[in-house]
């Protein structure tokens, strides 16, 4: 078990940490979410021991393994696969020894190690990683160097998940994954044998990949044995319970208060109003949760043109004469949403491209409308800005006409206000920089916004507010974009690149969704053989184990919520209640295990029933 026992932590005199506790079971899976700022990559350096607590201790199991993807793959000469293998030490110094080992006893010693940690199997194993993440066959055998800083992250990635950590820190692992390693990555930590904790805005990610989440807020951390969603209802059940609570303190507040003006200064009544007095100094509000102001994102509002605005008939495009895209026969509208699908390298940024007028028409004909302006985001255009200039200084040189109020207005419609406006970029945040290319992006108030994973960077609040904008904005969008909650809300078009081709997405995400994690391939469908008869007998007791199934997991689900309820009040968690606190953890685990159980059991009662009655 993990365990935080009153840690205090500050950086330049700003506390991070004030008596925080928490305890986390072995095995589980966490995401640990908070404010930007708030200290979540703090804790991963305090639990890793890169820094030194002022007081309190972050307690691991003797000999347990941390892990996580500090930094990127070097660039190397080294394969990607032999970079991957070498995370493995252990098994790294066994091969070496084995190959030199000389005494008999030691050769054997050696061997039955190996044979212990699977080290046979630990190339295939590393291949199917790096597959999963991306890399084909052939680039697996490829140099390091031969790939880009963002390529080199996932080759780390790979490496740390390789290696199996007893502790496993990730820290924004989506943030440099496309769509389809995001969705590998959540299976991949789903089943996961050893404790993950996990920093990530991606609310599929939280609800999927984890099952309970470590929250930071006003210095401490609550542990919520539950994913994010069913956190964040009992998160906002709290606070509106807090604060109607403190609505009736007020009132009684005010109540008193309004004698205590009248009568103070009349004799006969004054020590009645100094009673009252006494009495609202007695009263204390309750403390809430502080809550982020929902940072807006305001985006101007371009015209309207006559439909389409793009045309592509018998379309191609690509780099110098290589075609990596044909035959596209596309059109946009101005209300249209639409979500490019396909695996990374497929051609969505090269699309991207062509529509924002960066790439060329290398065949066929593409018509614009003749006032058509285009807004392009690209996730590489964060790294473009001048750090050395501050968003006001940006605006100034490209928008020299325009006054600085009109500045200062158009920064704060993007969640930039005076303190970050007067600041150099390179002393920004990685959310406040995405805000302000993002500001860049719309300055022209485009009729069609092309984002290429536009959520890197920004916090949870901070992409619920993106889904409001762009569900108001009145011009077209374009969307690349790995984080399925933000496609999921915004797009009502799918197209899917695939083999140098783009055509509608006739289903949903999630059917998406489940023919990657198939591997794109459809599922078969066997020939339906000749039904045999069913007894009555045999559909009775078919129908009575349903219902057996049926009254158990609704059991286990009462029990679910009555434990998560005990386990969301902050009380339990105090330093004197962690005994009780750990016994209620682990009731919640034995359940959500036998639920787990009951339900595949009722789901096939229920698959043998109706095989039964459509017979």
Known sequence: MLRIDDIH???????????????IPDGHKVGLVGRN?????????????????????ITLPARARIGGVAQEAPSSDVSLIDTVLAADEERTRLMAEADTATDGTRIAEVQTRLADIDAWSAEARGASILKGLGFSDAEQAMPCSAFSGGWRMRVALAAVLFSAPDLLLLDEPTNYLDLEGALWLEQYLARYPHTVIIISHDRG??????????????????????????FAEQRASRIAQAEAENVKARARIAHLQSFVDRFRYKASKAVQAQSRLKMIERIKLVSTPQEAALRRFTFPEPEELSPPIINLEGAATGYGERQVLSRMNLRIDQDDRIALLGRNGQGKSTLAKLLADRLPLMDGRMTRARKLRVGYFAQHQVDELRVEETPLEHLRRLLPGELPGRHRARLGGFGLGAAQAETEVGRLSGGQKARLSLMLATLEAPHLLILDEPTNHLDIESREALVEALTAYTGAVILVSHDMHLLSLVADRLWLIRDGRVTPFEDDLEAYRRMLLS??????????????????????????????CESRVEKLNEMRDKLAKKLADPAIYAPENVGRMEVWQKKYAEVMDGLDRAETLWLAAQEKLEVAEAR
């Open 9 to 23: 932590f500050s950086i330049e005199g700003r506390p991070l940490f004030e008596g925080a506790s928490a305890s």
């Open 37 to 57: 700022g708030a200290g979540k990559t703090t804790l991963f350096r305090l639990m890793r021991g890169e820094l030194a607590l002022e007081s309190g201790t």
């Open 205 to 230: 990610l939280l609800n999927r990949a984890v099952g309970s989440i470590l929250h930071l807020e006003d210095r401490k951390l609550t542990f919520y044995a539950v994913p994010y969603d069913a």
């Open 519 to 548: 591997d794109g391939k459809p599922a078969a469908r066997a020939k339906p053989a000749r039904p045999k008869p069913v007894s009555r007998d045999r559909l009775l007791e078919l129908r009575a184990e349903v219902r057996k």
